[in-house]
T-cell receptor, first 114, second 113 residues
Framework: DAGVTQSPTHLIKTRGQQVTLRCSPK?????VSWYQQALGQGPQFIFQ???????QRGNFPDRFSGHQFPNYSSELNVNALLLGDSALYLC?????????????FGEGSRLTVL | QKEVEQNSGPLSVPEGAIASLNCTYS??????FFWYRQYSGKSPELIMS????GDKEDGRFTAQLNKASQYVSLLIRDSQPSDSATYLC?????????????FGRGTQLTVWP
């Protein structure tokens, strides 16, 4: 049973560029949440998708956008990259109908903006 | 603004000792509480969840919750070098889904042989 998978694992971009990160949730899960974890900080919630729509959003600018596909996989897009966007981006999956238990994280995509 | 604060660390304990990690939260409607362990360069993994006041034990780990004091802690007994990691406290508030957690910045624990 595959867990949460993310790609790419590492990438380097320059300021002003755009990036797309991808996530496949754990089998049986229909909800994907994205988090940003800067060095030395805890993960911060970016947004959550289920039924192909953004359902909740944290305190992130519109440069951060996402998408969910019918197979529940998801993309995170970041436009006009800033140096401060350098971080580990974590995808987490869960089932919409379950409000307790474990939130499963992928291994993350480490983005470096130069 | 929902805040989750953890003791700053880093925390260093000898092998076999008890490691005590603390966390306070600001939102009184917080409902569920989690401790995640994160090894360097890896993703967080859940080690304990606690939903009601009191203690919850799982092997060498004990989580303690006091909602009146808005405080949750994690005790690690018989600490091992393999416990060396960053421990993240996370909170889910009432009305939000499991996917939306508020995390502290973590406490780095080192267990030395």
């Amino acid at each position: 049973d595959a867990g949460v998978t993310q790609s790419p694992t590492h990438l380097i971009k320059t300021r002003g560029q755009q990036v797309t990160l991808r996530c496949s949730p754990k089998s049986g899960h229909d909800t994907v949440s994205w988090y940003q974890q800067a060095l030395g900080q805890g993960p911060q919630f970016i947004f959550q998708y289920y039924e192909e729509e953004e359902r909740q959003r944290g305190n992130f600018p519109d440069r951060f956008s996402g998408h969910q596909f019918p197979n529940y996989s998801s993309e995170l897009n970041v436009n006009a990259l800033l140096l401060g966007d350098s971080a580990l981006y974590l995808c987490a999956s869960s089932h919409r109908g379950v409000n307790t238990g474990e939130l499963f994280f992928g291994e993350g995509s480490r983005l470096t903006v130069l | 603004q929902k805040e989750v604060e953890q003791n700053s660390g880093p925390l260093s304990v000898p092998e076999g000792a008890i490691a005590s990690l603390n966390c306070t939260y600001s939102d009184r409607v917080s409902q569920s509480f989690f401790w995640y362990r994160q090894y360097s360069g890896k993703s967080p993994e859940l080690i304990m969840s606690i939903y009601s006041n009191g203690d919850k034990e799982d092997g060498r780990f004990t989580a303690q919750l006091n909602k009146a004091s808005q405080y949750v802690s994690l005790l690690i007994r018989d600490s091992q070098p393999s416990d060396s990691a960053t421990y993240l406290c996370a909170v889910k508030t009432r009305g939000s889904t499991l996917g939306r957690l508020y995390f502290g910045r973590g406490t780095q624990l080192t267990v030395w042989p």
